[in-house]
């Protein structure tokens, strides 16, 4: 999967004006060279070994597993450089850029981790890099904007509409019309026309391969379930991808529930509450609005509020291979303290989604053991949780 047209069964494909069919037709054939070529191989397995740090460990939290009553493993992506699993695409997305003699790589970013890995590789690599950015994004995740900056990356606001991730996708699109020969816009997730979500999953893929490997050695078996959030889905069909075969493994997908998952614009349940349609340049599952266009989405996690999903996780929702399910903005603040305190890891509140689904899976008698993705470190949501949380968790004022 996908076939050559770029289709996840029914979903997928590539919805795009047809001015830029020849420059995706060009960035496939690329990719489809560079996945062949020794040479591009060999240097990429570099770079994630002696500039991200993989292979990222395996932990058993132990004291989780005592007090939820399954053994509970993580993956730490959290544990990359620049703090999530964002860099293992970004990574390649530069490379082949460089490969194909683009100067600039272009993107949009919701909670700032996609922005900052891309700054970085195109820092490494030698690549100007535009990053366009809601503006409610911008003000919620500055430390990542500085990062940016510093990185030498331009970081562009998009100031329309709800101000978040979806309009920066416009906004990049937008720029991205304007000169595609020269710039390469490197998606973010699993998700656009193809070759995009087959290209973002196949870098994306050493997460599972590699957890495959460790938790066999680790345990002498395959874990009984695998968990990892879903915003466009990249570290999810990350870690799931080595697996899908493995029918002993159950594969939970975790969608944001946010505020609401009975009203519109208060939540980002795609898989769960939206229907088949195009958006972005591919067919999937999306949340509509009365109208047809994309609805408001929202969830506490910057990363992972978008009204569609990657086109194989529609597919593997409709084969019933990954059951996907919700955790609302609570339930992930109460998880993100859970494993500062009990693990000292302070996970991402994307990751949060994850860590509190399985941990309901515990709740609800499941003893087989739990895997989840820990697709990314905390620091940057530390000043927003604390503004918004603290008290419930009993950090007051100091001074
Ligand atoms: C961006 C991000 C996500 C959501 O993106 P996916 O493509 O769904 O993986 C999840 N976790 C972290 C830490 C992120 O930065």
Not at 137 to 143: C, G, L, T
């Amino acid at each position: 999967m996908p076939d050559a047209q770029g289709y996840f069964g029914e979903y997928g494909g590539s919805f795009i004006p047809p001015q830029l069919e020849t420059i995706m037709t060009e960035i496939a054939a690329a990719y489809d060279e560079c996945r062949n070529d020794p040479a591009f191989k060999v240097e990429l397995a570099r770079l994630y070994k002696h500039f991200v740090g993989r292979p990222s460990p395996i932990f058993h939290a132990e004291n989780l597993s005592a007090k939820y009553g399954t053994d509970i493993y993580l993956k730490r992506e959290d544990l990359n450089h620049t703090g999530a699993h964002k860099i293992n695409h970004c990574l390649g997305e530069a490379l082949l850029a460089k490969k194909m003699g683009k100067t600039k790589l272009i993107a949009e970013t919701g909670a700032g981790q996609h922005g900052v890995a891309l700054a970085t590789a195109a820092a490494l690599v030698g690549l100007e890099c535009d990053i366009y950015m809601g503006e409610v994004d911008i003000r919620k995740e500055h430390p990542n904007v500085v990062r940016m900056r510093i990185l030498g990356a331009n970081v562009i606001p998009a100031t329309h509409g709800r101000k978040t991730l979806k309009e920066a996708v416009d906004a990049a699109f937008e720029a991205y019309m304007k000169d595609p020969i020269n710039q390469l816009y490197a998606i973010g997730s699993v998700v656009g026309p193809h070759p995009f979500p087959m290209m973002v999953r196949d870098f994306q893929s050493i997460i599972g391969n590699e957890a495959r490997e460790q938790f066999q050695e680790m345990t002498g078996s395959l874990p009984g379930n695998l968990v990892a959030c879903v915003g466009g889905g990249s570290n999810a069909m990350g870690l799931f991808t080595a697996f899908l075969e493995d029918e002993g493994v159950k594969i939970h997908g975790a969608e944001p529930a946010g505020r609401s998952l009975t009203e519109a614009g208060e939540h980002a349940a795609t898989l769960t509450l939206g229907e088949p349609g195009v958006m972005h340049g591919f067919k999937s599952y999306m949340l509509k609005d009365e109208q047809g266009e994309p609805q408001e989405v929202y969830s506490v996690a910057s990363g992972l509020d978008y009204p569609s999903v990657g086109p194989q996780h529609s597919h593997l929702k409709d084969i019933g291979r990954v059951n996907y399910g919700t955790v609302s903005d609570d339930e992930a603040i109460d998880a993100f303290f859970e494993l500062s305190r009990l693990e000292g890891i302070i996970p991402a509140i994307e990751s949060s989604h994850a860590l509190a689904y399985a941990l309901k899976l515990a709740k609800s008698g499941e003893r087989g053991s739990i895997l989840i993705n820990l697709s990314g470190r905390g620091d940057k949501d530390i000043d927003f949780v604390v503004e918004q949380y603290g008290n419930q968790y009993g950090i007051d004022q100091l001074v």
